[in-house]
């Protein structure tokens, strides 16, 4: 299904911005990118994991930047927060079911949104790659054949 990937995306972060963290997280969306054909089950699962992930690891007041580009057949999707950071050890272990950081503290969750994003990111035939520094901050791409 030939989805309208702006309006999509800023729907999302509209519904995020009520639902998941009201005023604590100031989402920033740059980039351009009209259609493409997704899923659009997938791409919620996707992307509201990263999202709510994105806020919930970052200290109040701050901001996580979201931009959606397309390049030839892909279209990527860039999530940066500024928040906790993820440990090197805990990165292999990400998408693993129930897998938690060990910096988590008491910010509460099962562990199983990732492991999901792996899942639709894989059914969608895209790639996940993650950078991270603790302390820093938090960098997520995922890139979705268009076609
Ligand atoms: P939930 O099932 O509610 O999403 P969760 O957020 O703990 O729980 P995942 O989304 O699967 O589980 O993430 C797995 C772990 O990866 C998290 O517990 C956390 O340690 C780490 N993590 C994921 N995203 C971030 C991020 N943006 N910043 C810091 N740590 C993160
Ligand atoms: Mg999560």
Redesign the pocket.
Known sequence: LDLNLEKFCLDLLDELKLTECQERIQFVMTGDCHHGKLDRNLLTHILR??L???A???PDGSTVDFELTCQDEWVIFR?Q?R????PLE?QKR??E????????GK???????????KQAVDLHKGTID?K?QVGK??E?VVKLPRV
């Open positions: 994991n990263l709510t992930n994105a919930k690891y970052s999530v927060d928040g906790i950071g993820i805990d990400l998408y079911t129930f897998h938690r950081a060990k910096n988590v910010i509460a969750g099962t562990g199983l949104g990732l492991s999901i994003v993650v991270s901050g938090t997520f």
